[in-house]
């Protein structure tokens, strides 16, 4: 069973950055390598929202248009890892960040880590 883990959150300054690591593990019938890769986040009292994405083999990614030229996403199949690097956060990016798995019609989450943004 694929078990997700994300990690790196914590409090910052608006304008400041944190690195968010999704660890992958419970891979069997197929490798890390065959699951596209999303980042979401959850602001308080609002629905999860779309930030980024990355394609099995890393090469190419997709961005919500609000974090364009700030994030970027990335992934090391070798570790079954995936990142997202985030640069200028803004008060309102303060939330609960997921990561997801997705193969074909199923998609599996991690448990969130929790990014605070304070002025």
């Known amino acids: 069973q694929v078990h997700l883990v994300e990690s790196g959150g914590g409090v910052v300054q608006p304008g400041g950055s944190l690195r968010l690591s999704c660890a992958a593990s419970?891979?069997?019938?197929?490798?890390?390598?065959?699951?596209?890769m999303n980042w979401y986040y959850q602001a308080p009292g609002r629905e999860r929202e779309f930030v980024a994405a990355?394609?099995?083999?890393?090469?190419?990614?997709v961005y919500a248009d609000s974090v364009k030229g700030r994030f970027t996403i990335s992934r090391d199949n070798a570790k079954n890892m995936m990142y997202l690097q985030m640069n200028g956060l803004e008060l309102e990016e303060a939330g609960v960040y997921y990561c997801?798995?997705?193969?074909?019609?199923?998609?599996?989450w991690g448990k969130g880590t929790q990014v605070t943004v304070c002025s």
């Open positions: 990355i394609t099995r083999a890393g090469d190419n990614t």
């Open positions: 419970g891979f069997t019938d197929f490798t890390f390598s065959s699951y596209a």
């Open positions: 997801s798995a997705v193969r074909g019609s199923r998609e599996c």
